[in-house]
């Protein structure tokens, strides 16, 4: 019996492991960054499966998923990002991921002294003073006459006043100092511009409705997301913004002829 348990118990885990993953579905998915380009080489991680992938050169990967789980989205370049699985998401079999670059400066530094390799000696070794030498009589004070100099009984003001440009705005809000933070407000542009990236499929579905992408042009449900960034290159998200909706929807009809063909021409 103590010979045949961990036979037992490897096609015990095994038996559950298969289990878990015939309860999820395959979806699609692209990794971008904020300028839209594909990121490759990106590890993806169900963390509730511990079943991994690796996005390719089109920034696209493969995972098997259900609601709830949770997958961890890393690489070296990027903020790390956890996204988690919503019933929309197995719907449409598409999951859209942008990440954020990190940024990594450090300072540049210069080694101006000559190091002759030794520790000791390196330490010992002091810097010839850089500045000029003054005449010891310019600082001979009983030689200087005070009688003209006036004293000012007022109170100095402090060094933090003289020196910290926000000190003389102390007490007022922050907005009234008038300091702009532009990479905040570079970051907020960015982040505005993923989120109706993100938002867009459901604002474009909402506009027109379901029934006039997957009836009328007859794309199929789980193209969808793919259908749009076939059509993006002709700038219907630029035009969403500017609300010409005549205009979206002349290209959307166009365009679902030679895509529905090109899907025809791949099976």
Not at 133 to 149: A, C, G, L, P
Not at 238 to 258: A, M, V
Request: charged share 25%; with cysteine; proline share 4%.
């Amino acid at each position: 019996m103590i010979q045949k348990l961990p036979t037992f118990l490897l096609l015990f885990f095994a038996y559950h492991i298969t289990t878990a993953q015939s309860n999820r579905v395959l979806i699609f998915g692209e990794i971008k960054n904020a300028s839209l380009n594909p990121i490759a080489n990106t590890h993806i991680v169900n963390l509730t499966t511990k079943v991994g992938a690796v996005s390719n050169k089109n920034g696209a990967f493969n995972i098997p998923v259900k609601e709830g789980d949770w997958l961890q989205i890393s690489n070296i370049q990027f903020i790390t990002k956890k996204v988690k699985i919503k019933k929309g998401n197995l719907n449409e079999r598409v999951l859209l991921i942008y990440l954020m670059p990190v940024k990594n400066v450090l300072d540049e530094a210069i080694i101006k002294k000559k190091m002759k390799g030794v520790l000791s000696l390196d330490r010992k070794d002091k810097a010839k003073d850089s500045l000029p030498r003054i005449d010891q009589e310019y600082y001979n004070f009983s030689t200087m006459n005070f009688s003209n100099v006036k004293v000012d009984k007022n109170k100095p003001k402090s060094a933090q006043y003289l020196t910290d440009p926000v000190a003389k705005f102390a007490g007022l809000p922050p907005v009234s100092i008038g300091l702009r933070d532009r990479a905040l407000e570079a970051k907020r542009a960015v982040k505005r511009d993923i989120n109706f990236k993100e938002s867009f499929p459901n604002k474009l579905k909402q506009l027109f409705g379901a029934q006039f992408f997957f009836d009328n042009l007859k794309i199929p449900k789980d193209n969808y997301y793919h259908f749009l960034q076939y059509c993006n290159p002709l700038g219907i998200e630029r035009l969403f913004k500017d609300e010409k909706h005549l205009e979206i929807l002349k290209i959307l009809l166009k365009e679902s002829k030679s895509y529905l063909l090109l899907l025809e021409n791949n099976k």
